[in-house]
C-alpha cells in the first residue's frame, strides 16, 4: 500500500491533454512539494517535473500542479514518446521517508 | 551530460552480503545529496536511503535501517551500498540518484539505469 495514490491507469489519443493525479495527506503533499518521474518499460527514471517547475530539457507540454493534498501532472498535445509509466513522489515528516505513488500506465492511443 | 551508472548487483543467496557502486560523471558530486531507490519486479519505486554531501549522515528507510549502509568516496565520484543479512524481498533493480534542490523543496533528479539484486536459494 504506497502513502500517495494514483491511477493505475490513464490512456489519450495524441494531440489530446491528459492530467496524471497523485493523492497524499497533510505530512506528505500537504506540507511538501511533489516530484514526477516518467519510465519508460522498466528504464532509467527520469524527472519530468520538480513541484511546478520543468527541468532542464523538458518540452513545456508538461506542467505540475498542487492543491491542499493532491498534485497533478498535465501533459498536452501527448506525443507517443509520452507512453510510460508515471510516479510521484515528495517527503513525508509523520513516516520520516520519502515516499512514492504506485505509479501511473500511461498509454498513447 | 550527466550519468550515473550502477554496478555491483548478482545473485546471491539469503542472508549473503552485497555491495553496490554508482560512479557519477557530469556533476560536482560533493555538491549533492545522494541516494538509492529500489524497484522489486513488477513493483514500484520505494526509497531505501540517503547521505548527506559529506558523509557525515545517511538515512534510511525503517525497514532496512541496521541490514543496509550507504557510503560515499568524494575523490572518486563514488556511492555505495552495502547490503547485509540480505531477504529474499531485496530482491530489485537498485537505482542511485543525486537529490537536486529547488525553491527549497529536495527532488530526485538524475537517475542510474540501475542494477539487478537477485535473492534466492
Known amino acids: 500500500q504506497s502513502a500517495l495514490t494514483q491511477e493505475a491507469s490513464v490512456s489519450g489519443t495524441v494531440g489530446q491533454t491528459v492530467t496524471l493525479s497523485c493523492t497524499g495527506n497533510?505530512?506528505?503533499?500537504?506540507?511538501?512539494?511533489v516530484g514526477w518521474y516518467q519510465q519508460i518499460s522498466h528504464g532509467a527514471p527520469k524527472t519530468v517535473m520538480f513541484?511546478?517547475s520543468l527541468p532542464s530539457g523538458i518540452p513545456d507540454r508538461f506542467s505540475g500542479s498542487k492543491s491542499e493534498t493532491t498534485a497533478s501532472l498535465t501533459i498536452s498535445g501527448l506525443q507517443p514518446e509520452d507512453e510510460a509509466d508515471y510516479y510521484c513522489?515528495?517527503?513525508?515528516?509523520?513516516?520520516?521517508?520519502?515516499?512514492f505513488g504506485g505509479g501511473t500506465k500511461l498509454t498513447v492511443l | 551530460e550527466v550519468q550515473l551508472v550502477e554496478s555491483g548487483g548478482g545473485l546471491v543467496q539469503p542472508g549473503g552480503s552485497l555491495r553496490l557502486s554508482c560512479i557519477a560523471s557530469?556533476?560536482?558530486?560533493?555538491?549533492?545529496?545522494m541516494t538509492w531507490v529500489r524497484q522489486a519486479p513488477g513493483k514500484g519505486l520505494e526509497w531505501v536511503g540517503t547521505?548527506?554531501?559529506?558523509?557525515?549522515?545517511?538515512k534510511f528507510v525503517d525497514s532496512l535501517t541496521g541490514r543496509f549502509t550507504i557510503s560515499r568516496d568524494n575523490a572518486m565520484n563514488s556511492l555505495y551500498l552495502i547490503m547485509n543479512s540480505l531477504r529474499t524481498e531485496d530482491t530489485a533493480v537498485y537505482h542511485c540518484?543525486?537529490?537536486?534542490?529547488?525553491?527549497?523543496?529536495?527532488?530526485?533528479?538524475?537517475w542510474g539505469p540501475g542494477t539487478l539484486v537477485s535473492v534466492s536459494s
Open positions: 540518484a543525486n537529490f537536486r534542490s529547488v525553491s527549497d523543496y529536495y527532488f530526485f533528479d538524475f
Open positions: 557530469g556533476i560536482t558530486f560533493h555538491d549533492y545529496w
Open positions: 547521505i548527506k554531501p559529506d558523509g557525515s549522515e545517511t
Open positions: 497533510s505530512n506528505n503533499i500537504g506540507s511538501y512539494a
Open positions: 513541484g511546478n
Open positions: 513522489s515528495t517527503y513525508d515528516s509523520s513516516l520520516i521517508t520519502w515516499v
